[in-house]
């Protein structure tokens, strides 16, 4: 297999030098023909009253020992080739040809060619949101989830929530949540990429003036005050807007403060801002 090549369910995709396995197979079949043999004997003899009960008890099982050890070495010879369980693409190989590999060793990548899924980590005030014992129809249908990828700025495709973590993360105290999604016939989105998941403002608690943005675009005045530079889309020049600092989630922070969904606010050099000053949006890297 090479990466990028086309595959169909079933398609052997890599192998293992199966001579060892197959010689074990085969052990193990001419022990099972044999007991096979001696238990049909004993049964005829059983029949003419030739041998005891016991001694065709202990044939039967003899026989059905043999024959589950055949099916072991015969599932050992099966699994010396590595079969795809869906159609797609090989995204990475992971081994070189003839390497020695472990058992359970990682040995490619393969990717599907239908919906692709996002890892995500949902802050605690969105979970308490969004009320106890809902569904995840329900929680879909509050949060009306959709994906943006970073390649793809200003474009969503709309997801689902199809896991929810019922524990939160020891450390970052957020929760996981795993969202499913369709990428888009007009460009190609491949595993790996990053993105990020937008949900129903109200869940972020717009509805109270309350945000969370990236910790670094909230600075601190000489006396102790929170601030952020709020952008006017126009000019492009900034604004000074006092807020609230709130918890944080990772590497972002609630903010309260007069601001409205939609605002563009600065997020770099902060500190050396000043009002009025003009700035400029980051060159997008491809």
Same mark, same amino acid.
């Given at each position: 297999? $090479?990466? &990028?090549? +086309?595959? !169909?369910?079933?398609?052997? *995709?890599?192998?293992?030098?199966?001579?060892?396995? =197959?010689?074990?197979?085969?052990?193990?079949?001419?022990?099972?023909?044999?007991?096979?043999?001696?238990?049909?004997?004993?049964?005829?003899?059983?029949?003419?009253?030739?041998?005891?009960?016991?001694?065709?008890?202990?044939?039967?099982?003899?026989?059905?020992?043999?024959?589950?050890?055949?099916?072991?070495?015969?599932?050992?010879?099966?699994?010396?080739?590595?079969?795809?369980?869906?159609?797609?693409?090989?995204?990475?190989?992971?081994?070189?040809?003839?390497?020695?590999?472990?058992?359970?060793?990682?040995?490619?990548?393969?990717?599907?060619?239908?919906?692709?899924?996002?890892?995500?980590?949902?802050?605690?005030?969105?979970? $308490?949101? &969004?009320? +106890?014992? !809902?569904?995840?129809?329900? *929680?879909?249908?509050?949060?009306?989830?959709?994906? =943006?990828?970073?390649?793809?700025?200003?474009?969503?495709?709309?997801?689902?929530?199809?896991?929810?973590?019922?524990?939160?993360?020891?450390?970052?105290?957020?929760?996981?949540?795993?969202?499913?999604?369709?990428?888009?016939?007009?460009?190609?989105?491949?595993?790996?990429?990053?993105?990020?998941?937008?949900?129903?403002?109200?869940?972020?608690?717009?509805?109270?003036?309350?945000?969370?943005?990236?910790?670094?675009?909230?600075?601190?005045?000489?006396?102790?005050?929170?601030?952020?530079?709020?952008?006017?889309?126009?000019?492009?020049?900034?604004?000074?807007?006092?807020?609230?600092?709130?918890?944080?989630?990772?590497?972002?922070?609630?903010?309260?403060?007069?601001?409205?969904?939609?605002?563009?606010?600065?997020?770099?050099?902060?500190?050396?801002?000043?009002?009025?000053?003009?700035?400029?949006?980051?060159?997008?890297?491809?």
């Amino acid at each position: 297999m $090479v990466e &990028g090549q +086309r595959v !169909r369910a079933g398609q052997v *995709l890599a192998r293992v030098d199966p001579r060892d396995y =197959e010689a074990n197979r085969n052990a193990d079949l001419a022990s099972r023909n044999e007991k096979r043999a001696n238990y049909e004997r004993l049964q005829d003899l059983y029949a003419a009253d030739a041998v005891s009960l016991q001694d065709l008890d202990v044939a039967r099982r003899e026989y059905e020992v043999a024959t589950a050890r055949l099916a072991i070495s015969q599932k050992a010879v099966d699994d010396t080739r590595l079969r795809a369980l869906f159609s797609g693409v090989v995204a990475r190989t992971l081994v070189e040809e003839f390497e020695n590999v472990r058992a359970k060793q990682a040995i490619l990548l393969l990717q599907g060619g239908g919906g692709l899924e996002m890892k995500v980590n949902i802050p605690e005030r969105d979970v $308490v949101f &969004g009320g +106890r014992g !809902r569904t995840l129809d329900q *929680l879909n249908a509050l949060a009306n989830p959709e994906v =943006e990828i970073a390649a793809l700025p200003g474009r969503r495709f709309p997801a689902r929530i199809t896991e929810f973590a019922a524990a939160a993360d020891p450390v970052t105290r957020t929760f996981r949540a795993t969202v499913a999604f369709a990428p888009p016939d007009d460009a190609q989105v491949l595993p790996g990429m990053t993105g990020k998941v937008v949900t129903n403002p109200a869940l972020a608690g717009a509805e109270a003036n309350r945000f969370w943005v990236p910790s670094a675009a909230v600075a601190v005045a000489d006396d102790g005050a929170w601030y952020v530079w709020r952008v006017d889309q126009a000019t492009m020049r900034v604004q000074r807007v006092p807020v609230e600092a709130g918890p944080m989630s990772g590497t972002e922070v609630e903010i309260t403060g007069a601001l409205e969904i939609g605002d563009l606010i600065a997020t770099s050099g902060v500190q050396q801002l000043r009002e009025g000053v003009s700035v400029s949006r980051a060159q997008e890297r491809g």
